[in-house]
Every structure is written in structure tokens, then in C-alpha cells.
């Protein structure tokens, strides 16, 4: 479990400081923390995706399965953005089965892999990141002008929250490098500011408990994660990533955002942000 730090014991939602741990995720050794049940509940929908034992730490990305049109699409999606030689028919064969095929051997497949050593992978988790950057794939074929009629907007708000999430995730240039249990709380804090932000753009009215500046309060809890793994060499690095958070937040609620970095090369003191008068 995370060692106690008072600007990182706070709602995952609201970022009020908080002692209110999500239990379950608790006994898996992960402080998720939420000041209340309105706000755990607000965000259960995806939070449940990894909550608790076997599911919660390390995290656990759900496997999603394809119909054969779809995987073709990803594949499609994937091959015009990388400039690969074009995909094997033959091998696309070879990892459908009754014409569904999961993620992960998407990316195999993607990725040339033999496919005789499938089971290798899947069984010692060797594609848990790769699945996580083919949700993130996979979503932005939503709304891919060539082959979709929906809007970004649309598609978020259509999305499954881990594919939207990983999409988040994808804004994270260190987080390959990020250690497991890095990696592990931006998941889980990222499925949360995720649902936030879907119920911002989703037509259906949002429960009485939301409130748009939650998006703020967990942006911040997101990034301020980072603050214990992270040391940044300079000053531009830290802003960039805030920048790309900046830009994808305010496509629904438009805000500003920085870091706030030792400028003696401590690494993040903390994130800051502020809602734009467009809000208003």
C-alpha cells in the first residue's frame, strides 16, 4: 500500500483530503481513497473494472474481444499510421477464432509474433501494456474521420471507460518507464477521471453528486502521482505532459494546468490547475 502522504491521501474524485480508503482495493495493497460513498459510487462504473483482489494490483486490463470486421479495422487503423507492409491475410486467419479475436493476439499478430508461442505470452502477462496501447487503438478507430461519423466528443462519450482510459494512459510519455506500483495507482486513477469526464459529455443528465470541477480535482490526483517516481530533468518535460492533459480536458471542460517543479532539481512539488471562464 502507498505510504501515507498527505497530498496524495485525498479523494480520487474531489481532491479533498480524506482517511476513506476503498476497501476492497485495500486488502489487494492499493490506497484508492474517496471522501465519500456518493463519490465511490459516482465513479463505479469503471472503477469496479479493477477493483479489488485479483483485479486491483497489479492491474488487471480486462482482455476485450473483436468481431472480425472490427479486428480488421484496428489492424487497418494501425498498419496506415505506422506505414507497416501490408497486414497477412493469412495470419489474421490464424488468430480469429469463430470469427472473434481478442487484443492481445490483435497485437501479436500486429507485431509479426509467432503465433505457436500465444499462450507463452498470455499466460505470463508479456502483452499487459501492449493490450493497454491497443485500447487506446482501438478507441481512436471510433472516430477516425475515414471510417466513422462521430465526433471526438461522441466517441468518449460512446466509449468503454478502459478503452477511453488507456487513451489517457497513451498522454503519459514516461509510463512505460513508470514502476508497477506507478503505473498500477495511474490506472486506477485514470479509469476515475475518466468516468468523470464521459458523464461531462454523455446526453443522459449526470447524478446529482457530479460536479464538473471533479474533472480538475482528478486530473490532479492523476498527475500527482507521478510526484513520488518521477524526476523530471527539466521544467519543459513536466509542462509538456500537463499541455497534453490541458488540451484533451479542455475539449469538454476547458481549464489550464501546470506543474510545479523544484527548480533545484527536486522534481514535482505539486499540479496545479484552474477552470477557464468559458466554464461560467
Given at each position: 500500500?502507498?505510504?501515507?502522504?498527505?497530498?496524495?491521501?485525498r479523494?480520487?474524485?474531489?481532491?479533498?483530503?480524506?482517511?476513506?480508503?476503498?476497501?476492497?482495493?485495500?486488502?489487494?495493497?492499493?490506497a484508492?481513497?474517496?471522501?465519500?460513498?456518493?463519490h465511490?459510487?459516482?465513479?463505479?462504473?469503471?472503477?469496479?473494472?479493477a477493483?479489488g483482489?485479483?483485479?486491483?494490483?497489479?492491474?488487471?486490463?480486462?482482455?476485450k474481444?473483436?468481431?472480425?470486421?472490427?479486428?480488421?479495422?484496428l489492424?487497418?487503423?494501425?498498419l496506415?499510421?505506422?506505414g507497416?507492409?501490408?497486414?497477412?491475410?493469412?495470419l489474421?486467419s490464424?488468430v480469429?477464432?469463430?470469427?472473434?479475436?481478442?487484443?492481445?493476439r490483435a497485437?501479436?499478430?500486429?507485431?509479426?509474433?509467432?503465433i505457436?508461442?500465444l499462450?507463452f505470452y498470455l499466460?505470463?502477462?508479456?502483452?499487459?501494456?501492449?493490450?493497454?496501447?491497443?485500447?487506446?487503438?482501438?478507441f481512436?478507430?471510433s472516430?477516425d474521420?475515414?471510417?466513422?461519423?462521430?465526433?471526438y466528443?461522441?466517441?468518449?462519450?460512446?466509449?468503454?471507460p478502459?478503452?477511453y482510459?488507456?487513451?489517457?494512459?497513451?498522454?503519459?510519455p514516461?509510463?512505460?518507464?513508470?514502476?508497477?506500483?506507478a503505473q498500477?495507482m495511474?490506472?486506477?486513477?485514470?479509469?476515475?477521471?475518466?468516468?468523470?469526464?464521459?458523464?461531462k459529455v454523455r446526453?443522459k443528465?449526470p447524478?446529482?453528486?457530479?460536479k464538473?470541477?471533479?474533472?480538475?480535482?482528478?486530473?490532479r490526483q492523476?498527475?500527482?502521482q507521478?510526484?513520488?517516481?518521477?524526476?523530471?530533468?527539466?521544467?519543459?518535460h513536466?509542462?509538456?505532459i500537463?499541455?497534453?492533459?490541458?488540451?484533451?480536458?479542455?475539449?469538454?471542460y476547458?481549464?489550464?494546468?501546470?506543474?510545479?517543479?523544484?527548480?533545484?532539481?527536486?522534481?514535482?512539488?505539486?499540479?496545479k490547475w484552474k477552470?477557464l471562464?468559458?466554464?461560467?
Amino acid at each position: 500500500m502507498r505510504r501515507k502522504d498527505p497530498d496524495l491521501q485525498r479523494c480520487a474524485v474531489c481532491d479533498v483530503e480524506t482517511d476513506n480508503c476503498c476497501s476492497a482495493c485495500g486488502t489487494a495493497g492499493v490506497a484508492l481513497f474517496f471522501c465519500s460513498r456518493e463519490h465511490q459510487k459516482l465513479v463505479w462504473p469503471s472503477h469496479r473494472i479493477a477493483c479489488g483482489p485479483g483485479k486491483a494490483n497489479p492491474f488487471f486490463v480486462p482482455p476485450k474481444y473483436l468481431s472480425a470486421p472490427k479486428f480488421s479495422r484496428l489492424v487497418e487503423y494501425e498498419l496506415d499510421a505506422d506505414g507497416i507492409q501490408p497486414f497477412s491475410p493469412a495470419l489474421a486467419s490464424r488468430v480469429t477464432s469463430n470469427g472473434k479475436v481478442s487484443l492481445e493476439r490483435a497485437l501479436l499478430a500486429i507485431c509479426e509474433q509467432e503465433i505457436r508461442n500465444l499462450p507463452f505470452y498470455l499466460k505470463h502477462g508479456a502483452v499487459s501494456k501492449g493490450n493497454i496501447y491497443m485500447r487506446s487503438a482501438y478507441f481512436c478507430t471510433s472516430y477516425d474521420k475515414r471510417k466513422s461519423s462521430l465526433s471526438y466528443v461522441e466517441a468518449v462519450a460512446a466509449a468503454d471507460p478502459m478503452d477511453y482510459a488507456a487513451r489517457l494512459i497513451a498522454l503519459l510519455p514516461d509510463f512505460d518507464e513508470l514502476s508497477v506500483a506507478a503505473q498500477t495507482m495511474s490506472l486506477h486513477q485514470t479509469l476515475v477521471l475518466a468516468r468523470l469526464l464521459q458523464l461531462k459529455v454523455r446526453s443522459k443528465a449526470p447524478p446529482p453528486s457530479y460536479k464538473p470541477e471533479y474533472i480538475g480535482g482528478a486530473l490532479r490526483q492523476l498527475l500527482v502521482q507521478l510526484k513520488p517516481f518521477v524526476r523530471f530533468d527539466d521544467d519543459e518535460h513536466a509542462q509538456r505532459i500537463a499541455c497534453g492533459f490541458k488540451n484533451e480536458v479542455s475539449q469538454f471542460y476547458p481549464i489550464d494546468c501546470w506543474f510545479v517543479v523544484d527548480p533545484d532539481g527536486g522534481g514535482i512539488v505539486d499540479f496545479k490547475w484552474k477552470a477557464l471562464a468559458a466554464n461560467n
